[in-house]
């Protein structure tokens, strides 16, 4: 969003067990005319976002300690830890919420150190948030044409006198609108305003909105987060189809089953220091994983 003076409201959830949910491995393909403008000419692998000695302190304590992983264009990264790990922290220091104490964030060669949060999101970084931060009086549909803004070029005279391309921008922005409602399968509340949505809707609608931007990375914080098991589900296979469309994201998720079922690899952090960084697999079997996050075993417990 190319805005971000005016703060939106933290909606309500209602809660609506009988709506509809995307089926599990029948992921919403994208309509007509969803197609992203960002030209993919890329392999996968090639480092998009690189995290160097990022250090966050407030006053005495501190929050995150030199940590350093990087984001390789084209996967899905998960970020765990226990809570106080700094996960969230990090995040917040990648998006603009916090401004590093030391260390920095490249994307795609550039820092994004110091600069404005709608900054960052037009470079191309978007996320989600634990607290669902969505205009509640505003339909779904509207939601998502707020996030198309980042991408406007019209001038604000432009769009009071309603000049050719704002006129352009605007019916395109409601084509995409649609487009991103219908790929994470709530299109037939687009009308809806977005308090009226049930929970799981409003998750997605964030989702659809942070996509509206065209991140090179979408970040998600606990996009599970008060959703059932069938949920979870569908969640993971939303997730897939983003990666399978070409997005980069990065998942803080405590879940431990969706983020091995949907991560090509996984950065653990503890009282905000780096533990581990590799495959679900080897992060599973990590003694050192097991200890500060999963649990000991059963057999090692005394």
């Known amino acids: 969003m190319s805005d971000q003076s005016a703060q939106p409201e933290n909606v309500e959830p209602v809660l609506d067990p009988a709506e509809p949910a995307i089926v599990p491995g029948q992921e919403p393909p994208l309509v007509e005319g969803a197609e992203s403008e960002r030209p993919i000419d890329v392999e996968v692998g090639e480092k998009l976002v690189e995290v160097k000695n990022l250090t966050i302190k407030f006053g005495g304590l501190t929050a995150l300690d030199d940590v350093t992983f990087d984001i390789k264009r084209g996967e899905i990264l998960g970020l765990i830890g226990p809570n106080g790990a700094g996960k969230t922290t990090c995040f917040n220091a990648m998006t603009g919420v916090y401004k ?19 900054q960052i999101t037009r470079m191309g970084l978007a996320r989600t948030f634990q607290n669902i931060r969505l205009f509640g009086e505003m339909t779904a549909l509207e939601n998502v044409v707020v996030g198309l803004d980042a991408r406007h070029r019209t001038s604000v005279p432009g769009a009071l006198l309603r000049l050719p391309r704002h006129v352009r921008e605007e019916k395109s922005s409601v084509e995409r609108a649609m487009a991103l409602l219908e ?46 098991p069938a949920e979870k589900e569908d969640l993971m296979a939303l997730i897939r189809s983003i990666r399978d469309e070409g997005y980069t994201v990065l998942l803080i998720e405590h879940d431990m089953k969706l983020v091995m079922g949907v991560t090509d690899r996984i950065v ?26 999963l649990g000991e075993p059963e057999d090692d417990a005394a």
């Open 100 to 118: 590093p104490t030391s260390g920095d964030v490249l994307l795609e060669g550039v820092s994004v150190k110091g600069r404005k949060q709608h």
């Open 183 to 228: 790929f994470v399968g709530i299109a037939q509340h687009a009308q809806k305003r977005s308090r009226d949505l049930s929970y799981g809707s409003q998750r997605r609608l964030e989702i659809a909105r942070a996509l509206a931007t065209d991140p090179k990375l979408l970040c998600l914080d606990e996009p599970a987060a008060g959703f059932n």
């Open 268 to 293: 653990v952090l503890e009282f905000g220091r780096k533990l581990a960084d590799d495959v679900p697999l080897a992060i599973r079997n990590d003694p050192r994983v097991i200890a500060a996050y």
